[in-house]
């Protein structure tokens, strides 16, 4: 079996993100399996006639990607449709609203679609009208980089680096409404506790604060950016992430809304207790190794990180279940299933 994979997440600004984590590793095992050859194509230029499977492994709402005609079966991962649930602060304009319209359509044609969580399958068949059976939900996995960091040297190092205080809370992740930085920022200054905030649009100055998505960012900044207590850091590559949650008190995700929350499973498996927000698809990929906090009241997230910091033996509860629940997700198992789906468009008559 032949199958192409649109190389496009891996360059820009999504080669940081989600989809391009989720790009280069779900690539990076496919290549070790049996009876499947897997190719990184430019789709914008690709010849496809050679493939028996095209994926693209994102899905963007508001601009026409899908092919019109197919030459090969196709497969299209959605991570979430976060825009179309907030509408007022992802706001399409009249060229995205009929882009979407067009993109509607073509999905008719595709094969299958593949999500990371229930939460967001749900919200394909709402938003989408695409049928349960042509959906399949494929968990993403922290990569093997991930793990417990021993050596208090290197941890020291690293914080020094930074010059971040002894305790704090960690945040790793954009600063869109959805992730709800401000309610976060609010329950630790509550608190009196430091907030480390990584993630490459934190600090850019490429940023356009006058942009209607970006507004809640400069709320944020307004109110919060030259509090002593809140250290953006901006982007900070793996070596140092994985150090960041070691040294982190706590990982909070503070999110109205996700398809899935890398950065819970990550810090996790770096030993991390984890505060989540009440949402579906957090607690979803939680399970119970996370407490949960309700995501529209700073009090209740203070509480809650103040709960895994003054209790030793609520921390480290929390610290034995994550590594545990863990072991449940891997890219080779996200492969494998991937190629399951393959293998059944294939044999399908669609």
Partial sequence: MKVAIDSGPLTGGDSVR?????TQNLVKELVKLRDIKVDLVDFRIADFENYDVIHYPYFKLFFTKLPIIKSSKVVVTIHDL???????????????????????LMLKNVDTVITV??????????????????????????????????????????????????????????????????TLAEACVGIK?????????????????????????????????????????????????????????????PSFYEGFGLPVLEAMACGTPVV?????????????????????????????????????????????QGIEHIQGFSWKKCADETLEVYRHVVNSRK
Avoid: W
């Fill in 193 to 253: 506790m430091s907030l480390v905030i990584v993630g490459k649009q934190a600090r850019s100055k490429k940023i356009n604060l006058n942009h209607i998505e970006n507004r809640s960012f400069k709320l944020f900044l307004d109110k919060y950016g030259e509090n002593k207590l809140i250290y953006r850091l901006g982007f900070v590559d793996d070596d140092d992430l994985v150090k960041l949650y070691g040294l982190a008190s706590v990982y909070c995700q």
């Fill in 276 to 320: 989540i927000s009440k949402t579906q698809a957090l607690v979803e990929i939680a399970g119970n190794a996370a407490l949960i906090a309700d995501p529209k009241n700073p009090d209740d997230l203070g509480i809650k990180i103040q709960k895994i910091m003054n209790k030793k033996s609520i921390s480290a509860e929390l610290v034995e």
């Fill in 18 to 22: 989600g989809v391009g984590v989720y």
């Fill in 82 to 104: 976060i825009p179309l649930i907030y509408p007022k602060h992802y706001p399409p304009g009249i060229k995205g609203t009929f882009k979407l319209g067009f993109q509607k």
């Fill in 117 to 182: 969580s229930e939460t967001s399958k749900k919200d394909i068949v709402r938003f989408l009208d695409i049928p349960e059976e042509n959906i399949k939900v494929i968990y993403e996995a922290p990569r093997e980089i991930f793990n417990k960091v021993i050596d208090k040297t290197i941890l020291e190092k690293v914080r020094q680096k930074y010059q971040l205080p002894e305790k704090f809370v960690l945040y790793v992740g954009d600063v869109n409404y959805n992730k709800n930085l401000s």
